[in-house]
Each structure stands twice: as C-alpha cells, then as structure tokens.
C-alpha cells in the first residue's frame, strides 16, 4: 500500500512538474501563432487539420463535386453539371431529382453547353488546358480538344461549325474547328477572360473580363468586354468598362438590344478605413446598349445597409422580362425587372446614370425579388420555356430548381457528394461568404478570386491615409511560405485572420476559434495552384528557359566578378518556393511607405500575378528591373544584356508549384 | 464605484415568457423631447411582470421599494433586467441590473446626474443615456458606456445633442432617438454609430414636425418599429417601420387607420408586435399584440384602470448582437477625416443637372469659435486631422469665401478613428467612387492648428 501511494505521489508529482511549464509553453506557443490570449488549448484545433501531407489530412478529406456551371437539355429534363473538384460532368434528371450518368472529364471542368441539336456537350477543362467532346447518347467522351491556358467560357458559332473557347490563363479565346479538330485561330481578348455569349442574332459573341487592364495606382481602371465578329471571327471591339472588374459571365435580352454583365465595382482607391457606406466594396451590373453608341450603364444590386456580393452567372428570361443573378458571396439570387431598368435608363441623362453607379437605393427601382440559395451559388441555367431556373450552389453539392413565375424553390437535386462536412470544406464556405464583412460587403473570394489575388492595389490606410499601398497577394499554396503581409509581420494565418483583421479589414465580429481553425485549414491545406500548362508543362525547359536559370542561379556577373551573396536571385528565392521566408529592403520603399522590410514573395506561377511589387508598381516582370531595380539592390542586374533579363524573365515564368514536379 | 444590494423579493425561479412593463399614472404630463421628463424618466413609475400564462393572475410588483422605475431592457440569455429608477423621491436616477432569476437588484451607476434607458451591449458593457451638468459642449444628454459593474465610465456621443432611448441592432451598432439642442432645437432623427461612438451616421429622418417616442426594435426579418408622433399638432402616436436595408426610404406608417395613441413596441413572434396602446389618449394604455401584416390591433393582453401599461417587454432569449471590434485608442489624441469630393451633396437635384458649385475651401466651426479654414483640393478632397472626441460643423465655401453649403450636422470623431465622407450634406446612400484622392496624397491638415504641436502615440493598424 505505502509502495502505490509513494508510486502515486512521484507520479502526480512529475505530472506536475510537467504540466505546469508545458501549459506554459502551449499557452505561449498558442498565443504567438493566434496572436491573442484567450484561443482554446486544444492541439487538435490546429494540428490536427493544417498539415497538408499528414495522415489525418487525409482521413479528413472527402471528394466533393462541387458545380460549377449548368446546361439543360432541349427537353428541359436533363440538366448537365460540371463537377469542377470531381473533375466529371454530372448528368441529373430533374424528374427524377437525381444524377442518372457520371461521365469523367479532364482536370477542373468549368463550363458546358450543347450544341442545338442536343447530341454533343463541350466541357472546358480549366487544368488541363482542353475541351472534352461528350456524346449525350451514349455518355462517352469522343474527342478532347486543345485550347488556350485555362479554357473556361464556351460558346458554338451561329453555324455550330466552331467553338469559341475562352482562355482565363492566357487571356486569349481559342477557335477551334470542329470539323478538324484543330485550333484555327487564337484572338487576345481582356485580361483573365471567363464568360463568354453569342448575341441572338447571332452576330457577335461577348467575352468577359475578370481583371481590370494592369494600371498604375491612381490612374483610371477598365476591365475589357471583347466583342468578337462571329462571321469574320476578327475582334470588333475592345470596351472598357470603368471601374469595374470580376465581370464573370454576360448575357443578352432574346431582342439582342442589351447585354448584360455582371460586375463588381471595388474602392481600391479609397483608403480603407471603413467598411460603412461602400467603402470596400459595391456590387451589380452593367448594361451595355448594343444600338447607339454602345455605351456601358452600370448599376447596383446592393442596398445602403446590405450588400450582395461577388455576382457570378446571369441569365434573362425568354420573354426579356426577368434577368436573375447568381450571388455567390451570400448565397442569394437577385431578380432584376429589366422593364424597370430600362424605363431607369431612358428617364436618366448621363449625370444621373453617373450618380447611379455609385447609388445604393437605386436598386429598389428594379430589383424585385432575393432568392436565398444554398452555398456559393455559381452558375444558372433556365428551362427552355424559362419556367425554370437551375442553380449550382458549389459549396453545398446540390442544384436547387426554382419556379421563375413565383420564386419559390421547386426541389433540390443532391449529386450524391459526401455528407460530412470537413474542417477543410467548411474553412472553404467561410471564405466564400461574406458573412464574416460588416453588412456582407464582401468575401475574401471578392479580393481574392479563386483563391488567387485580383491584380488591384489597396490602400490600406495604415498610419495615415494614402499610405502604405498593397498589392494583394494569393492565397494559393502558402503553407510552406510564412510569415504573411508584405511586413512580414503576421507569422501564422491564424493571426492574419485573426483579431486585427477584423479590426481593420472586415469590421465586424472576428471569427469564432472553430471558424478561425477552419479557414485557416482551408488556407493552409486546400488552395492549391494550377499546373503551369502555359510556360513549363512537362518540366522541361525550353532553351530560353535553361538559359534564364542559369542567369537566375549565377554567383558571377557577366565580367567574371563575384556576385556578392546578398545580390544573388537565388539567395532570397530558392526553390522550391523561391522563398527564403525573409525581409528584406531591396529599395522598393516608396515616399508612401512607412519604412519597413519586405517579405520575400513566393513566385511559383508568378506569371499569373502581375502587377508586382508591394504596391504593384512594376506592371510586367520585366519592369521590375528595367523601370525600377537599377541600383542593383534587387539583384545585380545592370551587367545583364536585354537577352539576359529576357531569358530571365521566362525561367520566372516557368516557375511552377512543387506539387507538379516530377508529375 | 459604489453599490447598494436590495432584495426586493425572495421568490426565486425563471420569468421566462413573462412580460416586465414599466407602470405610471395615467396622466403623467406632457412629455418634453429634450430633458426626457415625462417621456424617459416617469416618475413614481414601477415595473411590474406579467404572466400571459396566466392572465389573471396580478402582475408581480419588481421595484416596490424604488420611488420611480422605468425603461426595462432583459438581456439576450434572459437571466438580466437593466432598469433606471430612483430610489426615492428626488434621488438621481441611475442604472440599475436585476437577477431575473433571485429578482437580486444591484445598483450599476452611482453619479450626481440622471441616467436612463440602459440597454445591454453584445460585449457586456451597459449602455445608457446620462444628462451633463455644465456641459462645454452643451449636448444635455449623452450616450455613455460602462462595464457591468459600473466601472470604465465612458462618454461615447460628442455633439449638442441629446440621446434617448437607445437599443442594438443585430449589426452591433447603437441605435437612438438624437435631436439637436444647439444652437437650436432640430427635429429628432434616429442616429446609429459603433459602440464605442465611431462611424456615426444618420439612420431615420421623419418628417418636419414628428416626434420619435419609443426604442426602435428590430426583428429578425430585417425591420425596426418604432413609435412616432404625427406632425398635426394632436396627440397621435403611431407605430413606423423601416426596412433595415434601407431606411431613409422604407418608411411605412402601420396604424394611420387605427385611432389612439401607441407608446412602445416589442417584437413577439414573427408578424406581430407587443404594443401600448390608448384608444384615446387621455385613457390609460394596455398591452395588445399587433398584426403588422394586417395592421391591425389584436386581443388585449392586460390593462388596469388605475395606471397606464408602458414600456412592455418579453422576457426570452433572443439573438445576441455582433460584438463590433473598435479602434478607438484613448492614448491618441486625434482622429482623421477624408472627404472624397465636398461638390457631391443631397443639394443637387435634376434642376441644377446634378451639380453644384465648386467650392474652394472649407470653414471648420466648433461650438464658440471657428476652428479653422482649409483649401480643399482640385479634385474636391480634403483630409483633416482633428481634436478628438470634439464636436464640430463644417461649410463649404467659393473663392470668394461666400457660403456654398451648410454648415451640415454637428461631428465628432473618436481618438484614432479614421472616417471617411463621400461629400458634403450628400445623399447618405452614394458610395465613394473609386480614385485616389488628390487630399490623402499629403499629410493631413491639422484642426484646431494646435494639434501639430501634439506629441501622441502612433498607432498603426495594418
């Protein structure tokens, strides 16, 4: 007996000695990576979920689906679904609210039409760079079909002999004949293009843009809408919409005589130091008038105390009375009354259509109706007698039918993804709603579309307005890369997230410790970058590439002298993420800056990120060493020749995520 | 800060579902909108708990030992009771909290001047009305923030205004009854701003003439009610909702056909309200339900001859409001406001083609003195640092110096607050456009000038 208490008493006694320091040091440990004092203890809240290759990373993950986009059979009874994560096309009977085929696509489907015959669906495959040809008669793919880098939107020619594919990666539109097979044409379109639609008659087809042309902070932005002639096949137009980006998707009133896009409209230029009265973010759509002079009105779907943000599809009713807008960012439809916007438009002049655009209650003039949805819902479709509207709500696996006559929900349509809810999906719900913005302003998608950065510079009014201007940065595959912020000074995503995030970006309630650990599982585990198909697909350099390594990797300048170590690329971007996780100054600061170091960025798939710099100011790559860097502090580069930096400039575009080497 | 514990009862239990109504005479005088007698201190009123479940039964007297007791307000969990009273006649009215479940009274403020309308905030601090003596910046009543236990006393409003019957949206943002007092009386508008008195802004303007009488109460279909006078000059009353989404532009008058006088609200299930109620005025008020579908005046609840019935509430648990983050820091002395374009204002209209004329500079006027003239830029921009937590108006001027615009509303903004203006007097739902302004490129202008000279703490939030 006096053994087990003596046993009992060393073992409570090291138990003490143990627990004490070690809750201590947990706490410690705890409240550097939050950033705050009060997060739980639990290891598992963090560990447990944030290590992308660990065995329980695994045990945790399930295969969604995801949709993505809607086309409807001529009948109105099937409806095939793009399964962006299941990489399939889902095909669902709508009367049997059920998905009757599964077909297997290429890597992230994005879109699907059919042809008017209804025999053959198109599905772009956003990752593998191609387009499968699905028969709908036996649910076979017949043929894939190379396109442009990242090829989303789609739409036939009138005469259905060619396929326009929009190219979101290369911002370029493939045509493909689809006689042959073969590309016959590549046109540039706007930047980071994704919707695209024929005009009724047939005449020209719509491209949209997503991000704004590259500009310097404080000129004028413009967002292209790329009007190509459908006979011709040449560009007619280039119209930049003003202050205006994330023009997703278009589509046309059946007369022709409108086209619709959706749109957002940031404050990018305002200093960001509230969230009331629009100051982040407003919402809505342009309307561009095809007769005339063609000009672009853009209009709001947002109301002064609430907004609807991150507008993806739109589709108009047969009869042009109705057009309905998917918003992604807080899980509603917005109806429009297109009677209503053109009897607005035809009693404004151009002053009121100005004050407009930037008018909160204007929206009460003709949106009639707010559809709540399920998850992050994208794209719409509609029965061909428009009774119907079909939506993909991505985050929730499912495709809600509405009656367009009533708005109410008809049915749902599960597609038979998991049940369970990950840590990981759920962080992925967070950052797609804007639930956690004051009024719903805007999600962390709005400024970071698909997880990546959307090319604008903020003012993010740090000390004083006007100062300190920030390049947004992504979000894909960071992990491996802290600390965040262009300072450097957040050292985990937990404390990005955290406390002063909601003290200085979305101005409302911080996130809840479960909702915290979960977005930052989905930063930290789920974002990954696409394959760089453009400029390195297989791995194997081209010659302008290998050149440019070597430049990147030289220890010696081109007169044989020893490059000090400080001034080597390499030194501050070493693979495999081309990070060395440090600050540096490399004589970037500019008069607005406060002085600080720089984090060193990641530059896998920098080729997607322009502009560059901490506050954007180098427009290409090239820029960052021809307009500015000449003092050698960003890297000896003043010996190089124009063929050097060119070379260079490649081997940076070929850098590609760790995850595809050796793939 | 001291405290006094009266046990009014020893009855213990829940009061879940019971109704606490505030009781007073019937003729309890005219109210006046500005020192808040016999509108928001009722005196020799008292609360009393009534159980629907069982309406026969007397209502439970709760502050039978407080000379006066008004303005009850229960918190989300249900278990709290904040109250103002006077424990006896002449006292000073403070804040008082009640366990709902012991009926335990503590006392929360303890100060020489009156406090009202207490309402729980979604971090725990209180949030009252209290009027000031000799008040330098003449504002009468003012919104004030505490902890639970009355301590960390903070002033959160800053202009001559006074501020009643305030309450929390589901947003986390104070709502109240706000009317100017000086220099003179304006009409009563509904005021929302954070917690900590940042971002203020007009949220409901009547009509000339209106008075606005009762807490606004949101429910969860996104309206607020409230009760309003009319502007005929007679005594009617009526229940007003708004949209919250948009609220200078929903205005629904929901009894215009009932006769009589409402005097508060409180939201019941989805639909309908809690109301007092007089059929004529100078009857004493009940309580009924209301139909705000059909607008019309549902059963009567509970009524008494020998008081009036005000001031209803159901005691149940209800959605708790978003806790906002503040950035306000007491150690910083200033706060900076940025006004994107003064030339944007409500003034324009199709008749002047939506334009004004370009004004040069703009006067900064505080409660005695001008605090100071500012060229605004090209573009129409200015970027002020200014004295914190002091109010001020601002006027628009030409090159001449003549008056363009205003001055508008009275100001103020909180240590290390930066707010933001779209233009001048403009329409309160435009939204910036999107430039870089030509003011923010420079370092602010220093009002009063003295501010330059202030050494203060930087603070850097991003």
Not at chain 1, 548 to 559: A, H, L, P, Q, S
Not at chain 2, 204 to 218: P, Q
């Amino acid at each position: 007996m006096k053994k087990i208490l003596l046993i009992a008493g060393v073992v409570i006694l090291l138990g003490l000695i143990i627990f004490i320091p070690g809750k201590k040091w947990a706490s410690e440990h705890v409240n550097y990576n939050t950033a705050i004092n009060d997060h739980p203890l639990m290891c598992t809240n963090c560990h447990l979920h944030i290590h992308k290759k660990s065995p329980f990373a695994k045990l945790d993950d399930a295969d969604y689906y995801s949709p993505m986009n809607i086309a409807v059979s001529n009948d109105g009874i099937l409806i095939y679904v793009t399964a962006q994560d299941g990489n399939a096309l889902l095909v669902a009977d709508t009367e049997q609210g059920k998905v009757v085929k599964k077909v297997t696509v290429g890597n992230k489907p994005h879109s699907v039409i059919i042809d008017k015959a209804g025999k053959k669906a198109y599905v772009s495959n956003q990752w593998s760079d191609n387009v499968s040809v699905v028969d709908l008669d036996n649910y076979k793919v017949t043929d894939t079909l190379r396109t442009g880098n990242g090829p989303a939107g789609l739409s036939l020619s009138s005469d259905e002999k060619f396929l326009y594919v929009v190219n979101s990666f290369s911002s370029d539109l493939t045509i493909i004949d689809l006689e042959s097979g073969i590309e016959r044409k590549r046109l540039t379109t706007g930047n980071n293009p994704t919707g695209a639609q024929l005009s009724p008659d047939g005449e020209e087809l719509y491209v949209t843009s997503r991000r704004a042309n590259t500009a310097h902070y404080g000129e004028s932005m413009f967002s292209d809408l790329t009007i190509i002639n459908d006979s011709s096949k040449r560009i007619k137009a280039y119209l930049g919409v003003q202050s205006a980006y994330l023009m997703e998707n278009v589509a046309f009133t059946p007369s022709g005589d409108l086209a619709i896009v959706t749109l957002v409209r940031p404050k990018n230029m305002v200093p960001s130091i509230q969230v009331e009265r629009g100051f982040m973010m407003t919402h809505g759509f342009g309307v561009l008038e095809r007769k005339g002079d063609g000009r672009i009105i853009q209009l709001l779907t947002d109301e002064p105390n609430a907004y609807y943000p991150d507008p993806f599809d739109i589709v108009i009713t047969p009869d042009g009375k109705r057009a309905f807008i998917s918003n992604s960012g807080v899980n509603f439809i917005t109806v429009v009354d297109i009677d209503s916007v053109r009897k607005l438009i035809s009693g404004s002049t151009p002053e009121m259509l100005s004050l407009w655009s930037d008018h909160l209650g204007i929206s009460s003039r003709y949106v009639i109706k707010r559809i709540p949805t399920g998850a992050n819902p994208k794209g719409l479709a509609l029965s061909p007698d428009g009774k119907t509207l079909f939506v993909a709500e991505r985050l929730e696996d499912r495709i809600s039918v509405f009656s367009t006559d009533n708005m109410e929900t008809l049915k749902t349509i599960n597609l038979g993804g998991p049940r369970k809810i990950t840590v990981t999906r759920k962080g992925r719900k967070l950052l797609n709603n804007a639930g956690h913005t004051f009024q719903n302003q805007y999600s962390c998608y709005t400024c970071h579309p698909d997880e990546h950065e959307d090319g604008l510079v903020y003012n993010m009014a740090s000390i004083d307005m006007g100062r300190n201007l920030t390049n947004t940065q992504s979000l894909r595959d960071i992990s491996d890369t802290p600390p965040f912020k262009w300072n450097g000074k957040n050292q985990t995503v937990f404390k990005q997230d955290g406390m002063r995030f909601s003290t200085v970006l979305t101005r409302t309630e911080p996130f809840s410790y479960k909702n915290l650990d979960a977005i930052s599982s989905y930063i930290l585990t789920g974002i990954k970058y696409p394959p760089n198909l453009l400029f390195n697909p297989s791995g194997k350099l081209t010659e302008a590439q290998n050149r440019g390594k070597i430049v990147f990797e030289r220890t010696k300048d081109n007169f044989g002298k020893e490059i000090p170590e400080k001034n080597r690329c390499v030194t501050c971007h070493p693979a495999p993420y081309f990070t060395n996780l440090k600050q540096f100054d490399v004589s970037t600061l500019a008069a607005s800056d406060d002085s600080i170091a720089f984090d060193t960025p990641h530059l896998n798939n920098i080729y997607a990120s322009p502009p560059y710099l901490h506050d954007g100011r180098a427009k290409t790559l090239e820029e960052i060493w021809t307009l500015y860097g000449k003092d050698d502090r960003h890297g000896l580069t003043s010996d190089m020749t124009k063929n050097d930096l060119n070379d260079l400039v490649e081997f940076l575009k070929s850098l590609r995520s760790p995850d595809y080497v050796n793939k | 800060m001291s405290s006094s514990l009266l046990l009014v009862t020893c009855r213990k239990g829940s009061m879940e579902g019971m109704i606490i109504f505030t009781r007073a005479s019937i003729k309890s005088g005219i109210p006046d909108y500005v020192t808040g007698n016999s509108w928001r201190y009722l005196m020799q009123s008292s609360l009393a708990a009534f159980d629907p479940e069982n309406p026969d039964r007397m209502p439970e007297s709760l502050t039978g030992n407080f000379f006066s007791a008004c303005s009850p307000e229960i918190s989300s969990d249900c278990k709290w009771m904040l109250f103002a009273g006077q424990q006896k006649q002449g006292d000073p009215w403070q804040i008082w909290g009640m366990n709902l479940d012991t009926r335990k009274v503590t006392q929360i403020t303890s100060a020489s001047e009156n406090s009202t309308d207490p309402a729980f905030l979604p971090d725990g601090r209180i949030l009252f009305t209290r009027s000031i003596e000799n008040d330098s910046l003449k504002s009468g009543h003012a919104l004030f923030t505490c902890n639970a236990n009355g301590t960390n006393l903070t002033r959160i409003t800053f202009n001559p205004h006074v501020y009643f019957a305030s309450s929390v949206l589901l947003d986390g943002r104070v709502i109240a009854i706000s009317k100017q007092v000086f220099p003179q009386i304006g009409n009563p508008v509904m005021m929302v701003m954070r917690p900590d008195g940042t971002k203020s802004e007009l949220f409901y303007k009547g009509n000339d003439g209106v008075e606005l009488f009762s807490r606004g109460r949101e429910t969860s279909d996104g309206k607020i009610f409230f009760v309003e006078s009319d502007n005929s000059g007679g005594n009617k009353k009526s229940i007003v909702s708004v949209n919250y989404n948009r609220p200078l532009h929903t205005r629904i008058n929901l009894t215009s056909s009932v006769p009589g006088v409402f005097y508060s609200v409180f939201p019941l299930e989805p639909g309908k309200l809690l109301v007092s109620y007089s059929p004529s005025g100078s009857d004493s008020c009940a309580l009924y339900d209301f139909d705000t579908e059909k607008r019309t005046l549902g059963k009567q609840l509970f009524s008494s001859s020998d008081y009036s019935v005000l001031e209803a509430v159901v005691v149940r648990e209800h959605e708790k409001p978003k806790k906002l983050p503040s950035e306000v820091d007491t150690e910083v002395k200033t706060g900076l406001l940025f006004c994107q374009n003064i030339t944007v204002s409500g003034l324009t209209s199709p008749e002047n083609n939506y334009s004004m004329p370009v004004a040069y500079s703009i006067e900064i006027i505080g409660i005695d003195s001008s605090l100071g003239v500012v060229e605004v830029k090209e573009d129409g921009s200015f970027y002020l640092k200014l004295s914190a937590d002091m109010p001020f108006k601002i006027k628009t001027m030409d090159s001449e110096g003549n008056t363009l615009n205003g001055p508008g509303s009275w100001i103020w903004i909180r240590p290390n607050e930066r707010r933001g203006c779209v233009g001048c007097h403009e329409d309160h739902e435009m939204v910036p456009a999107n430039r870089f302004a030509l003011a923010v490129r420079n370092q602010p202008v220093s009002i009063p000038v003295h501010t330059a000279g202030i050494r203060e703490k930087e603070v850097e939030l991003e």
